[in-house]
């Protein structure tokens, strides 16, 4: 049965830290596209970074600089590395995955995905 689980999730002050893991399971990450999402109460979920099986990867606009996103096929383990928090950055964070279907900014800003984890509730207090 394929599974993503996120974890990492919680509350941190702003300018602060958090690493955020995706680990799939039932399924090898190798060829896919993984994106990491983001909803906070009241607004859309938002794609915030995505990366595909070569390593490109995508940000949005509001945490470029702040936010990195990298894997590890060896641990099928996805990781969003979130510096320099700010309070709009709380939400719950969602990893997904897909195959490749498109661009990896294309698929970023799409709702292509088909395979979700439960989520992880990120809480940035300013």
């Known amino acids: 049965q394929l599974q993503l689980v996120e974890s990492g999730g919680g509350l941190v002050q702003s300018g602060g830290s958090l690493k955020l893991s995706c680990a799939a399971s039932?399924?090898?990450?190798?060829?896919?596209?993984i994106g990491w999402f983001r909803q906070a109460p009241g607004k859309e979920r938002e794609g915030v970074s995505c990366?595909?099986?070569?390593?490109?990867?995508y940000y949005a606009d509001s945490v470029k600089g702040r936010f990195t996103i990298s894997r590890d096929n060896a641990k099928n383990t996805v990781y969003l590395q979130m510096n320099s928090l700010k309070p709009e950055d709380t939400a719950v964070y969602y990893c997904?995955?897909?195959?490749?279907?498109?661009?990896?900014?294309?698929?970023?800003?799409?709702?292509?995905?088909?395979?979700w984890g439960q989520g992880t509730q990120v809480t940035v207090s300013s």
């Open positions: 990366i595909n099986s070569n390593g490109n990867a």
């Open positions: 997904a995955a897909e195959l490749p279907l498109a661009t990896v900014q294309a698929m970023c800003v799409s709702t292509l995905w088909r395979n």
């Open positions: 039932g399924f090898t990450l190798d060829y896919h596209v």
